[in-house]
């Protein structure tokens, strides 16, 4: 299924596009690697993708989107999950490891919005945009691509652990990374909250994320969105937790969002975790397996 929906979004070149008829972009390339892995797909594309996504790298080691005025540099943590375990994109890996762990290590921790009463901003994760506020989705995969390259132990990662947890909510789960907004708790998202849970799966014990792992148990049945049908199965398989029937969940989404359009190759990519883990298949991707996909 995922297969010939990724077929459509790749050039020839074996760059990707976020969805057809977009443009070819880094943060897609690196999904579609991602995705094209976890399919094993034939190794002359993989190698196609791996090099193509190479050359967005630039001398610092980051990848950019030239969208805003502060540099989208969240392609960066993309790519090096993307590439971990490819003996020929070892130097790319690297540079991109040591971008995360230094380069974009100082970040401007924007002032909490009035009525914002836990976060406190200089906790520094990762932003989306070099030198601005850190948020949860791109600290959670910058953590997992540099466990995914043996960089764990530094202390940017312990830094940005420590963040997430700040930014947990009162009552269980994350939102994007906020948690008190006009003195009302924001409500947990199940995306988030699944990519938070595989980021500090092995970092933390279980009792700091106890009401986490119950929030997503608790709506992870009635989740049919991909990306955080995907990212929830993933997480509780993290924390040991049994999920049944993973194929079965992953064909029934895959075919609710296709019945709506195509799916973009974010999408697809996860759904193709989700089925190596259906399938207990031995994953191709050091990335994964070290990461919570297991």
């Known amino acids: 299924m995922a297969a010939r929906e990724l077929e459509r979004l790749m050039e020839g070149d074996g760059g990707f596009a976020y969805t057809e008829g977009s443009e070819v972009r880094a943060d897609a390339t690196a999904w ?26 630039d001398s610092s080691g980051s990848l950019v989107l030239p969208l805003d005025r502060y540099p989208a540099v969240w392609p960066s943590s993309l ?6 375990g490819m003996p020929g994109m070892v130097p790319a890996s690297e540079k991109a490891a040591q971008f995360l762990l ?40 910058a953590l997992l691509a540099l466990k995914s390259s ?9 830094r940005a652990i420590e963040m997430l947890l700040e930014r947990q909510l009162p009552h269980g789960g994350w939102n994007y990374g906020n948690t008190i907004i006009f003195n009302t708790e924001l409500l947990p998202l199940p995306d ?6 595989c980021a500090l799966a092995g970092h933390v014990g279980l009792d700091k994320v106890q ?15 991909p990306l955080a049908m995907a990212w929830g199965i993933l997480a509780l398989k993290a924390w040991g937790i049994g999920v049944t029937d ?25 759904l193709a975790a989700c089925v190596q883990v259906a399938q207990n298949l031995p994953l191709t991707l050091r990335a994964a397996g070290e990461a919570g996909l297991k």
């Not at 043996?150 to 312990?158: L, P, V």
């Not at 988030?192 to 849970?197: I, K, M, N, P, S």
């Open 32 to 57: 579609g690697l991602l995705a094209l892995r976890l399919l094993q797909s034939d190794a002359a594309s993989i190698e196609r993708t791996a090099q193509k996504l190479e050359s967005w790298q």
């Open 246 to 270: 993973c194929e079965a969940r992953a064909q029934r989404a895959f075919e609710k969002a296709r019945s709506y359009g195509a799916l973009n190759c974010e999408s697809l990519g996860m």
């Open 102 to 141: 230094h380069d974009n290590a100082v970040v401007r921790s924007n002032r909490p919005p009035k009525g914002s009463e836990i976060n406190d901003p200089d906790f520094s994760g990762w932003p989306w945009n070099n030198g601005t506020y850190s948020w949860v989705i791109p600290t959670s995969v």
């Open 150 to 158: 043996g960089h764990e132990k530094e202390e940017r990662c312990a």
């Open 192 to 197: 988030t909250t699944g990519l938070a849970l």
């Open 211 to 225: 009401r986490s792992l119950d929030y997503l148990q608790s709506v992870l049945a009635g989740i049919s969105s």
């Open 79 to 84: 790519a090096l999950l993307a590439w971990s």
